[in-house]
């Protein structure tokens, strides 16, 4: 089969890289794709960007494509996936209301106490004295978040109420502005990614990611520097304990109300004294964590996503994984995750070894060479036959990579390797 990728970061790459070691996927069509990309699958231009379903759907039929596979969050929200269905090709991702559990925190949030999912308590706010007094209600360390999509970055955790306060205030600044102020969770955290076909749920493995720029879980919120998988610190059952108490009842939920999810449910978990307690849902594959989900996943990609496309999934046989264990580490550009260098010349990047690059903010400058071209430039994924090697391999490969001003985090999955994560 031929298939359609919709998006240019480092998660697109890792799915056209699977999509391309599958024996049944002919050709890979990504848009607009990025200079990795490009060295896989043919890239097209997407004049409209990747919320402009006209040439989205254009681009599949004259492609001839069987698949589209919609990665980034904004055209899910924006109805790509609908323009596409309605279009006559089968799709992997949710329809406009279905990524609503991505799109609104606060409907999220209402799903969730419709199908019984464990979660924290929240309140939905309009103004700032609505704030104000949620955070009283619920103490610190508070969590803001912004109701609607903010590319990661949307979240503030801190003991700091003037810094919460000043964050709901800009969330509410913004057009039809809403703020959701949540229970903070206590524990370690955990990302699982279910395949949805409106129906039928296959989980992935787990895979914790760090969100935090700095070493220590220091500084602001990013779109994430890292992940590993597998957890084997992670409670035994944990897997099929989520799908029963969360993704289940969400997507029965979503089916009950008319709004069928078909794509992938991202679920953050926070592993609490009291159990498992959903932080949040996504509409698509998250990112760092689907580069190391995904190297690890042996069952071709392509048959799946056409499974869970075509409300198929039932028919899957059970998911074969690797043993290894892989970790992916972000390179970021100066002064990331506030307004990122750009243009900066980059080299040096790793070949074998057991470390691969996937690009995420790259470009080609006028005379070919790759350049920084966005916050999260770089995500080095390696594996190894322990947490210990992969760690060993992906820093070597960061540590040979040449990108003025570069920052990445340095403690990427060493507390798992020491065995210091408890629940």
């Excluded at 003991?159 to 959701?180: I, Q, S």
């Amino acid at each position: 089969m031929k298939v359609l990728v919709v998006g240019s970061g480092a998660r697109e790459h890792a799915i056209v890289r699977s999509l391309c070691l599958d024996p049944s996927v002919d050709e890979v069509v990504a848009a607009p794709g990025n200079p990795g990309i490009a060295d896989l699958a043919r890239c097209v231009a997407l004049p409209g960007g990747v919320t402009d379903a006209d040439s989205v759907v254009s681009l599949a039929l004259d492609a001839g494509v069987d698949l589209v596979v919609i990665g980034p969050e904004a055209p899910l929200v924006a109805g790509v996936a609908d323009a596409v269905r309605a279009a006559g090709i089968a799709c992997f991702g949710p329809s406009a209301d279905a990524a609503m559990l991505e799109g609104s925190k606060a409907f999220a949030k209402s799903v969730m106490s419709s199908a019984e999912v464990p979660t924290g308590l929240a309140h939905v706010c309009t103004t700032m004295e609505e704030v104000a007094d949620a955070l009283d209600a619920l103490g610190a360390p508070h969590v803001v978040k912004d109701d609607g999509l903010a590319a990661g970055k949307g979240v503030v955790v801190t003991d700091d109420r003037a810094e919460a306060l000043e964050h709901a205030r800009e969330c509410l600044a913004k057009p039809d502005g809403a703020v959701v102020i949540e229970e903070y969770l206590s524990g370690p955290e955990v990302s699982l990614f279910c395949l949805c076909d409106g129906s039928t749920v296959v989980p992935l493995t787990p895979a914790q990611d760090f969100k935090r720029v700095g070493d220590g879980d220091a500084g602001p919120n990013t779109g994430g520097m890292g992940a590993y998988s597998p957890l084997g610190w992670a409670p035994d059952g944990l897997v099929d304990d989520v799908v029963r108490r969360v993704a289940q009842p969400v997507i029965d939920e979503m089916a009950r109300r008319g709004t069928p999810f078909v794509g992938v449910l991202f679920i953050g978990l926070a592993l609490t004294p009291r159990g498992p307690r959903v932080i949040e849902f996504n509409a698509r594959f998250g990112d760092p964590e689907t580069q190391v989900v995904l190297t690890r996943l042996l069952t071709p990609l392509g048959g799946l996503l056409l499974a869970a496309a075509t409300g198929r999934l039932e028919e899957v046989p059970p998911l074969r994984w690797s043993a290894e264990h892989a970790v992916t580490v972000v390179v970021a550009a100066q002064s990331y995750p506030a307004t990122p260098r750009t243009g900066d010349p980059i080299t040096g990047l790793p070949a074998g070894d057991g470390a691969y690059v996937l690009h995420a903010g790259t470009a080609l400058d006028a005379s070919g060479q790759l350049v920084s071209a966005g916050g999260r430039v770089l995500s080095v994924v390696a594996t190894g036959d322990t947490l210990a090697s992969a760690r060993e391999r992906a820093y070597a490969a960061v540590s040979g990579i040449d990108l003025p001003g570069s920052h990445h985090r340095t403690d990427i999955a060493l507390l798992a390797e020491r065995g210091e994560i408890t629940i």
